[in-house]
Structure formats: structure tokens, C-alpha cells
């Protein structure tokens, strides 16, 4: 094998193998790093709510500037209008929202001393449209906790906007659910205190959820004479891109809460941007492929005659192919573990960026990427060799 | 492998001829293992073509040649490689050494096939030959009639049942040849393999069992 390779060898081109080599790594990095990229940017935007279905919709009345300043008619739902939702085929179940009643202010704060005031309130919808634990998602008189979920946006804008102008540290929501809540409800002559905890965030209802029970019970105790209609509705369906639903909605003119079509466009184009971006990669990498090819062809067209001897005295076509085959498998080889460790490296400087934006964030695996890597490196190196057995062959078969 | 059968063999280019005077175009010939031949030719008349055919290099032949009844057209790349690895060894008149490796890398390239001699038998062979010294040299660097001894070695380190020659002496003074010829002798009877020599003119004096004229 040492005496075959130093006679083939000859006439490698260093600076023809070094342009393969680096024009295929460059190819081979932009093709793993862009699905890599989009893998990790992509749950920021569409990242599924765990807590409310995609198959629920939230539907309120639009609210005009006659409805503001309390001159026109109401633009909550009335019991008619709930019925007839429910007997729509498409309609599974219809919820109301029932917001509470009276005045809630909530702290927070560690050792006991708060830190962080503000007025809220809560909003509940039927538990059965809550996803998440039962166990977790639960009150009863006489319990002296609350849990919380919130919408994701709250999370962002103090990340965001406050936590970054004011130089505080950025929470995810992990540390977010460690803090503990002290919520004081008043009304009906009371003044009460309860803890809360927040259990859960979702980007898809603009509220400050509570559980059904606890509503019930909190706006019988402090605000037993109002009753209020639902303002918003919570609607699950059978198919959500049912045409039917758009235009009942349309027809009475209700809203339908789409936070998730922006996300949605976005992932569309960053799918797109990525796909482009592979695409080009994959070109760089044909075009390497190519010069790879070119570069080989030559080199067994400058050996043509040793290679012919080499077959006229014994040596099978195999084992004259061998080492030109692991010579491109071992540089295919190379460039696959380089690009590897490149995208390792370009990946741990992007997601620095994106943890400081994102500290939620959950960090992927970049196991199915380096997979894709590893499929392209075998078929690119299994075309590799059977394009150099061919070669060989034409030459023993006295075509070359 | 004990016998090649040319059945009525003529290289292409001569088809259209019609006045061939020979033993073995257009003839029913067979080479017995065991035998030594001596195919004496004019220039150009397919001398080396006959060794390309033989060895599977070259098939711009009509007619048959057969190995031991199967004709070497039915032959598969694997059969190819294993008749040259294991039972033709051919001494090219071109030699076709590889000029950038050194005497004896020229031998073991060849000898690394099969394992057949061993370095020592290599080396003593090379000093018989009077190329000892030059086993560490670049081939391109000897002489023609080094080159044609290391061409020699290097075609005799493998079994075989037949042994070609083209041309093996042609720029060999007599005592050399006669030093090749002992060795080449001695390895094919030791083989029990048969010995096919052609020339056109200086020839290995051997004890022929055949001339035939090509």
C-alpha cells in the first residue's frame, strides 16, 4: 500500500486539493449552519403555548372609539349570542372569560420585603381549557395559594425594556416561577392577602389568568353584587383553518385574537432566508464536489500508465482505486469535522447573543444537524469512490 | 492453468491482409504448461500484440484464445487480475518499471502481491544479475540493460504457469544473458511452469522445445 501511494501520489496538485479543501469546508459550514440556525431561532418565534391549544380561539367584539368613550352598545357577549357560537358546527366548546371584580394590588419581594408593587387583576376561563396539570392548576376556599399564569409578553417587556435600561438582571421563566406573590384583594370591606405564584407563561392570551375557582370564589367574597357579561370568549374548534369560522366571525363582526400569524410569517421567512442560505451552501459544496472530481481526474490521467501497469501486473482495480478513494474520503473526512467544529464555535457566539436577549431560551441539540453532516459526508464520499472505481475501470478496460 | 490455445487468432489490423505466412495467426496453436517456445518475428509482425492479447491488455483480436478451454473473452476483471497476479507473468519489452521508485521497490511492489520471494531471494538474485548495487537506486537512473534485469526479477517474483518474454535480452551482453537465462530457467522448472520467449533476432539460448514463427 506505502509503494501504491508513493507512486500515485504523484502529480497531486497541493494548491488544486487545498481549493477543494476549503472551498467544501466553507460550503459543508454554511450548509450545516443554516438549518442548525434556523433550529435554534425558530422556537423564538413559534414557540408552542404548552397552556392553551392551538385549536382554541379567543374571540372578542371590536372595540370603536364610540364603545370608549361609553356612547354605543356593549361590546361584551350576551348569553344569545354564547348559544349560538355553541350550535355553529364548528364549535366544540365555548368558554367565557370572567374577569374579577374588585380592586387587586400584588408584591413581590424576597425575605418578606417587598420590592416590586403593582395594581393587577385576573381573568379566568372554564379549567378544562387550561392545559397544563390539574394538581398545579387549582383552588379551593380555604386555600391559601394562588397560581398564576401570565402572558409571555409581560416576561419580555421587563427583559426588555426594563430590565436593560435599568441595568437589572434578565429573568427567565424559571426564576420567574420561583418568586413568590403577595396578592391583596380588596372590596366588599375587605382587605385580604393570599400568595400567588406564577406556574406558567402564554404567548397566546393577553391576560393574567387565574383558576376558574378561584374567580368564583374571590368575586363572591369581595364583589357579591356585580355580575358582569364575558367580554372575551374562548372557543375550541375541531379544525381552526376551517373557512367557516372566518366568516361567522366576520359576519358578526367579533375579533379573533391571531397573535401567532406574525410568528408565523416570521418563521415563514426565516425558513426561507435559511433554505436560501442552504441552498447556497449546497452549491459551494457541488462546486468543491466538482473541483474535487476535476482535480482527481487529472491526477489519474497523469498516472494512466503506472495505474495500467499496476493492473497489468496483478493489482485488481480496487486496490489501484483505494488510494485515491481514501485520500477524498479522509479530506471529506477532514472538512466534515472541521466544519463541525466550526459551526460548534459560530453557534456558541450566536447563542451568547441570543441567551442575552432570550434567557428562557431552550438550548437545542445540534445532534441532528451534525446526522445531516454525517449523511452528506457518506454520500458525497460513496459518489466519491464510485466515481474513481469508474475511472479506474475505463483505464483497465483500455478506454482511458 | 495448463495450456493456452490461440484458435485461429489474427490482431485486427491484419484482417485485411491476405498473404500471412505464419506458425500461429491465423492457426490452431497450443502452449503447453512445462514447455519452453521460442517465437522468433519479424518487426511488426504482432509479436507484442500476442502478449497483449494473452495478458488481457489489449482484445482488438479475431479469433480465440483460450485458457485451458475457457475463452479469455468470458474472462471477468477478477479472472484478469487473478491470471496475472497467479499464472501469466509477462516481461514486457518496454519493461514498464516505474521510474520513480527504486530497484527494489520496483520488486516489491509486485512481490507485496502475492508474498512469493522473500527479500533475501530478491537480493541474491540481484547480485547475480550484477545489480545489487543499485537496489536502492531511482530505476530511471539505470541503464537500459539494469532495468531490463530488474524488469526480469520483478516478473519472476510470482507463481506463474506460463512466463513471457518480449524481448528479454535485448540489450543484455552474453554473459549477462546467459545469467538470466540459468534464473529464469531454474524458477520455471521449479514451477513446472511453461516459458514463452520471443525475438527478433539475438535470442536466450535455451533448450527450446519449440520455434515457431510468427
Known sequence: ?400 | MDSIRLDNTLPNVFLARTDIQSDIWRRDVTLEKGMTYLIEAQSGTGKSSLCSFIIGYRKDYDGRILFDDKDSRRYKNNEWTDLRRCHVSLLFQELRLFPELTAMENIEIKNSLTQFKTRKEIERWMEALGIADKMQSPVRLLSFGQQQRVAMIRALVQPFDFLLADEPVSHLDEINSKVMADIMMEEARRQGAGIVITSIGKHMNLPYDKTLCL
Not at chain 1, 235 to 240: G, H, I, K, Q, T
Open chain 1, 1 to 400: 500500500m506505502n509503494l501504491i501511494w508513493k507512486l500515485l501520489r504523484r502529480h497531486i496538485s497541493l494548491p488544486q486539493f487545498a481549493g477543494f479543501f476549503f472551498a467544501n469546508l466553507l460550503g459543508m459550514l454554511i450548509v450545516l449552519l443554516s438549518p442548525q440556525f434556523y433550529r435554534d431561532i425558530k422556537p423564538i418565534f413559534s414557540e408552542e403555548d404548552g397552556i392553551i391549544r392551538p385549536d382554541y380561539l379567543i374571540l372578542s367584539k371590536r372595540i370603536s372609539t364610540l364603545n370608549a368613550i361609553g356612547l354605543s352598545t356593549v361590546n361584551t357577549f350576551s348569553e344569545e349570542e354564547m348559544e349560538d357560537l355553541a350550535s355553529q358546527p364548528f364549535a366544540k366548546r365555548v368558554g367565557a372569560f370572567t374577569s374579577s371584580r374588585y380592586k387587586v394590588s400584588c408584591s413581590m419581594g424576597i425575605d418578606g420585603i417587598a420590592q416590586f408593587g403593582t395594581e393587577m387583576f385576573f381573568e379566568s376561563v372554564p379549567d378544562a381549557f387550561v392545559d397544563v396539570d390539574l394538581q398545579k392548576w387549582h383552588f379551593s376556599e380555604g386555600d391559601d395559594f394562588v397560581p398564576i399564569i401570565l402572558p409571555k409578553t409581560y416576561l419580555a417587556i421587563y427583559n426588555f425594556g426594563f430590565a436593560q435600561s435599568q441595568n437589572l438582571p434578565k429573568l427567565s421563566e424559571g426564576i420567574v416561577g420561583m418568586v413568590e406573590m403577595t396578592i391583596t384583594m380588596r372590596g366588599n370591606g375587605l382587605n385580604e392577602c393570599i400568595k400567588g405564584r406564577v406556574i406558567g407563561f402564554s404567548t397566546r392570551i393577553n391576560t393574567i389568568l387565574a383558576p376558574e375557582g378561584f374567580i368564583r370564589w374571590s368575586n363572591t367574597r369581595y364583589a357579591p353584587d356585580e355580575a358582569t357579561e364575558p367580554s372575551r370568549i374562548i372557543l375550541e374548534v375541531s379544525n381552526p383553518a376551517d373557512d367557516s369560522i372566518v366568516n361567522y366571525i366576520n359576519e358578526k363582526g367579533y375579533e379573533m385574537e391571531d397573535d401567532k400569524l406574525d410568528a408565523g410569517r416570521m418563521t415563514f421567512f426565516l425558513r426561507l432566508v435559511s433554505g436560501i442560505v442552504m441552498l447556497i451552501g449546497l452549491l459551494i459544496s457541488l462546486l468543491s464536489f466538482y473541483i474535487l472530481m476535476l482535480s482527481i481526474y487529472l491526477l489519474v490521467e497523469k498516472n494512466t500508465e503506472k495505474i495500467q501497469t499496476l493492473l497489468l501486473i496483478g493489482y485488481s482495480p480496487e486496490k489501484v482505486a483505494m488510494p485515491y478513494q481514501l485520500l477524498t474520503i479522509g479530506m471529506n473526512a477532514a472538512v466534515l469535522l472541521l466544519a463541525i467544529g466550526g459551526l460548534v464555535l459560530v453557534r456558541s457566539f450566536y447563542m451568547k447573543q441570543i441567551w442575552s436577549v432570550f434567557p428562557q431560551m431552550y438550548d437545542g441539540s445540534i445532534l441532528p444537524v451534525i446526522a445531516l453532516g454525517i449523511m452528506l459526508f457518506v454520500m458525497v464520499s460513496i459518489l466519491n469512490a464510485v466515481i474513481i472505481r469508474r475511472r479506474i475501470n475505463s483505464i483497465w478496460n483500455n478506454k482511458g
